[in-house]
């Protein structure tokens, strides 16, 4: 039996961008029946050069998945990603991208940054523990990853089980939300 439900990259719907210029897949977000979230994981494919959405209020962070680099300008100033480089911009910040190659592809991260604080590591055979109040999700950086008995592909991810210990194999980014301050008990 998985230790946690296996989200499979390959099985997930595209679905289009808020401003209709791209597409991303949906790994995981605690979104209510209304559609209303305080966080959101996804990866987007970017495909050609075109702005990115906007999202006031929501504080975001892209990690560069690769293959190649891309150029992230945010408000005005350039920024080169190569693969496993991170940068962290507002919602509301004017933000438009150019692949430097095909097939480029994009970890993201939005959540509300009064309610959540978030960061993105990359961590290799290791153990993984979650408390009750974080959410933990692993996303594989490479065919052959491991957690427990269960293989992954890239991009194959899974959220760690609150206070839970998971042993992990292979290369993985960690996303991890923590209630941030005085929210702490907040949802949506």
């Avoid at 949906?26 to 970017?46: C, M, P, Y």
């Avoid at 993105?120 to 065919?143: G, P, R, Y």
Wanted: overall charge negative.
């Amino acid at each position: 039996m998985p230790a946690a439900p296996i989200v499979r990259y390959a099985d997930l719907p595209t679905q289009p961008w808020k401003n209709g210029k791209g597409v991303s897949r949906t790994l995981f977000s605690d979104s209510n029946s209304q559609g209303a979230w305080s966080w959101k994981v996804s990866i987007a494919e970017i495909s050609q050069s075109q702005p990115y959405s906007q999202y006031p209020g929501i504080d975001r962070v892209q990690v560069a998945l690769g293959p190649g680099e891309i150029d992230l300008e945010v408000d005005g100033e350039r920024h080169r990603l190569r693969a496993g480089e991170q940068i962290a911009f507002a919602g509301e910040d004017e933000v438009s991208v150019a692949p430097l190659g095909t097939g480029f592809l994009a970890l993201n991260l939005m959540f509300v940054g009064e309610h959540w604080d978030a960061k993105v590591s990359t961590t290799h055979d290791s153990e993984q523990e979650c408390s009750i109040d974080q959410v933990k999700i692993l996303v594989a950086l490479n065919d052959h990853c491991q957690v427990g008995n269960d293989q992954l592909n890239r991009l194959d991810a899974l959220m760690v089980p609150s206070q839970s210990r998971l042993s992990i194999s292979g290369s993985f980014n960690l996303v991890t939300f923590t209630p941030s301050g005085e929210n702490s008990n907040s949802k949506i």
